[in-house]
């Protein structure tokens, strides 16, 4: 079992940043792929960014200006969103997966954290 917690969300005016974690607690957080995605109100979730024990990962959308990294040590993954804008606003989640293949597929993922929401005004 493994319990993720995701916090730094907030409200930024458009062009502005925002810095994601996610603390997971549980079994070995380094032989998992970690995730964000978000959800917006009235929409599907959807990818953002994943990260495994070799690359990372982006959506179109966020490429080049999101990065994910993460630290296995302290057992945490990081979003760095810069230069937002208000179609970012949505509750950003934390997910974890150990034994998929496309990590851009939410169904890939175990384990899901509660959200924090992330609005981006103009």
């Known amino acids: 079992q493994v319990q993720l917690l995701e916090s730094g969300g907030g409200l930024v005016q458009a062009g502005g940043s925002l810095r994601l974690s996610c603390a997971a607690s549980?079994?070995?957080?380094?032989?998992?792929?970690m995730g964000w995605f978000r959800q917006a109100p009235g929409k599907e979730r959807e990818f953002v960014a994943a990260?495994?024990?070799?690359?990372?990962y982006y959506a179109d959308s966020v490429k080049g200006r999101f990065t994910i990294s993460r630290d296995n040590a302290k057992n945490t993954v990081t979003l760095q969103m810069n230069s937002l804008k208000p179609e970012d606003t949505a509750v950003y989640y934390c997910?974890?997966?150990?034994?998929?293949?496309?990590?851009?597929?939410?169904?890939?993922?175990?384990?899901w954290g509660q959200g924090t929401q992330v609005t981006v005004s103009s």
């Open positions: 997910a974890s997966g150990r034994y998929g293949t496309d990590w851009a597929r939410a169904r890939e993922y175990d384990y």
């Open positions: 549980g079994r070995t957080f380094a032989g998992y792929a």
């Open positions: 990260i495994t024990w070799s690359a990372p």
